[in-house]
């Protein structure tokens, strides 16, 4: 009947072919640009002379050993962060976050001369939206917290999407969602996770089929009969139940393709598998 349903029991490796296989469904994710990045106002000198710093402005100065010091107020931080202004610097510079919210970077001479030439790179187009308004039921919203990371609150209908279409894809290790009361998810990317998020959204998506199969439900959560009901055994193995209805249209869009052997279901009591 239609309120039957089915187990399944998969390893990891191949819950995650069974989810790769339900990305039918491709709906655009709204994302803000990025700001365009500003130059410092002035192109530091030689040897610079350190300068009481302002809120738009970087100020440098050079240490006993020779190395450049750099104080960046928070708002030109979270532009420079956004336009890659450390990009061939290697290792990464760990900045030192101040009282006043600014940050202070330490940079030996041929990084800093590095760090000057990203900053006279053109800058991405600037979006004619400023940041992010609240999150509704269609967008991401986006922040950015102290530490330069990117926040994204995503309404739990584009989260269904996203993780259909694989928009994390190439983030490792993969984001951990912290699950907001009202139903959206919170995830937090480093500056270059979330350029990859941005470009995993630009990406063309599988048209989707007459009849898709619905996301399945969060694990933990109550099972119904329109939906995939997720959890996990000691074993670390994903267990599905699937109303009968959903195992129709999921058995007629091959959603175990490339699981090998071929899962074996167990039909329960309610008639789910």
Do not use: H
């Not at 050993?65 to 510079?93: C, D, E, M, Y």
């Not at 959560?221 to 195992?247: C, H, N, Y």
């Amino acid at each position: 009947g239609i309120n039957a349903e089915y187990g399944i029991t998969l390893t990891p490796a191949d819950f995650q072919k069974f989810q790769d296989n339900q990305k039918k469904q491709s709906v655009a994710v709204a994302v803000p640009a990025k700001k365009p990045a500003e130059k410092p106002a002035e192109k530091p000198v030689e040897k610079p002379v350190e300068e009481p710093a302002d809120d738009d402005s970087v100020s440098v100065s050079q240490d006993p050993s020779g190395k450049f010091v750099l104080r960046i107020p928070a708002a030109l931080w979270t532009i420079i962060q956004q336009n890659n202004g450390f990009a061939g610097i290697t290792p990464t510079p760990t900045p030192k976050q101040n009282p006043d919210g600014s940050f202070s970077v330490t940079l030996n001479a041929a990084d800093f001369q590095t760090f000057q030439d990203n900053q006279s790179k053109p800058a991405p187009p600037a979006a004619a939206a400023a940041p992010a308004p609240p999150a509704d039921d269609t967008s991401v919203s986006v922040t950015q917290d102290p530490s330069g990371k990117f926040v994204l609150s995503i309404p739990a209908a584009l989260w269904t999407i996203i993780m259909q279409n694989n928009g994390f894809a190439g983030i490792s290790p993969a984001p951990t969602p912290q699950k907001n009361p009202d139903g959206s998810y919170t995830v937090t990317l480093t500056p270059a996770d979330f350029q990859t998020f941005q470009d995993n959204q630009s990406k063309p998506q599988a048209a989707a089929p007459a009849a898709p199969a619905p996301a399945g439900a969060p694990a933990g959560e109550a099972p119904s009969d329109d939906s995939v009901s997720v959890t996990q055994d000691p074993s670390g193995k994903f267990i599905l139940r699937i109303p009968a209805a959903l195992w129709t249209i999921i058995m007629q869009n091959n959603g175990f393709a490339g699981i090998s052997p071929a899962p074996t279901p167990q039909k329960n009591p309610d008639g789910s598998y």
